[in-house]
């Protein structure tokens, strides 16, 4: 049995298609920079999800094997249980024979998910015992020019954001791209240096931890840090949201992150979202007290729409840039 | 030599929670404070 951490789910939104088997099976999945395990709902599937998604079903795959290894991953507010199995897989024009993904036989609170499965880009000691990720596989057999890939996060339109792999299109970002060293090799880690909120040191003081993570839409943080910031920010809790005034959202300040030297400003209208019924909510998540005894933090996409990233598994190094 | 794989962004989850009424009790019966699941991190 294998247990293993994955994003949260619900404030996910970039999906792109992948294909699975002989002849492809489609698939809907989020590119997580935060897990390192492929998996799809499969036709073995009896949960509610499994029928509202598409499923893989191995028995029409020619190219198909079974592992039957037991894969239990486990979200913050649900579950998939199933098996591993190995087939082609491909990804725009590239075609990875024999990878092993998981086929999901119970799914747990994802029947309004807006995708089927996750594609995850973490390092290999964060998959599944024993099974090689994705990106590990396409580097090995040389099926990408350079061991890179890049995320453009695009905040207007629906369509428009794209994952970048074997290289990097320079044309999405503006500036040069700064260079960050991956400070711990299982997520993509980095160090930062603080976080400032008009001028004044908030979190982070002596250093922390920062995970550049595309599975996550909001910023997350300790808890404590996060409660102190809703609060200078005015956010109050409605039906188990944080919300705050949208008319307020333009006096509110930029958050500053400095990572390696370099200022990455947040400025309110990237962490204030306001839903289709004109509410404003707050893109703040706390606990990640309880994942390390140093402070650390996540940056999804709430900092990755801002921010075109680019992760190189050739240098252990993850690169910044603002977004055009 | 480049791939580009085009991504949507969907409404999310919490969007289509919301407009069902459904996002209180989810948000209650899933004890994530509405961000992710780190704490259960076995590495």
């Known amino acids: ?10 404030d996910l939104a970039y999906v792109g298609n992948i294909s699975i088997g002989t002849p492809p099976q489609q698939f809907k999945v989020v590119f997580d920079t935060g897990s390192a395990d492929l998996w799809v709902p499969s036709t073995y599937c009896d949960s509610v999800p499994c029928y509202t998604h598409n499923v893989f079903n191995p028995h029409v795959s020619t190219t198909f094997r079974l592992s039957g290894m037991p894969v239990d991953l486990t979200y913050g507010s649900g579950r998939m249980v199933g098996f591993l199995g190995y087939d082609t897989v491909r990804i725009g024009k590239l075609i990875d024979m024999g990878q092993p993904f998981g086929l999901s036989k119970s799914q747990y609170g994802m029947e309004h998910a807006p995708f089927d499965g996750i594609l995850g880009l973490g390092y290999p000691s964060l998959a599944t015992q024993g099974t090689t990720p994705i990106f590990d596989t396409l580097k090995r057999r040389s099926l ?5 890939f890049a995320f453009y996060l695009s905040s207007q339109k629906e369509n428009g954001s794209m994952l970048m792999l074997g290289g990097v299109d320079h044309s999405y970002h503006k500036g040069k791209l700064q260079w960050i060293p991956v400070s711990q090799p299982h ?4 160090t930062m240096n603080r976080i400032t909120v008009n001028g004044v040191v908030f979190g982070c003081f002596r250093g922390c931890q920062a995970i550049v993570d595309t599975g996550t839409s909001f910023l997350v943080g300790p808890s404590r840090v996060v409660t102190a910031l809703r609060r200078l920010i005015g956010a109050r809790l409605v039906d188990n949201e944080y919300a705050v005034s949208c008319s307020y959202v333009a006096r ?6 400095s990572i390696n030297g370099n200022n990455y400003p947040l400025p309110p209208q990237a962490y204030i979202r306001k839903n289709l019924r004109g509410q404003c909510f707050s893109n703040f998540g706390g606990g990640t007290e309880n994942m390390s005894h140093s402070e650390t933090w996540i940056l999804g996409d709430v900092f990755l729409r801002l921010y075109f990233s680019v992760y190189d598994r050739g240098n252990n190094r993850v690169g910044l840039a603002p977004a055009v | 030599c480049l791939v580009i794989i085009p991504l949507t962004k ?26 992710q699941n780190v704490a259960h991190d076995p590495k």
């Open chain 1, 1 to 10: 049995l294998s247990l293993h951490p994955l994003r949260n789910y619900l």
């Open chain 1, 144 to 148: 990408i020019p350079q061991p890179v």
């Open chain 1, 187 to 190: 997520y993509w880690q980095i």
């Open chain 1, 252 to 257: 509110l300040p930029t958050i500053v992150f």
């Open chain 2, 10 to 35: 969907m409404k999310t989850m919490r969007e289509t929670l919301r407009e069902k009424n459904l996002l209180t009790n989810f948000l209650l019966n899933n004890n994530d404070d509405r961000s």
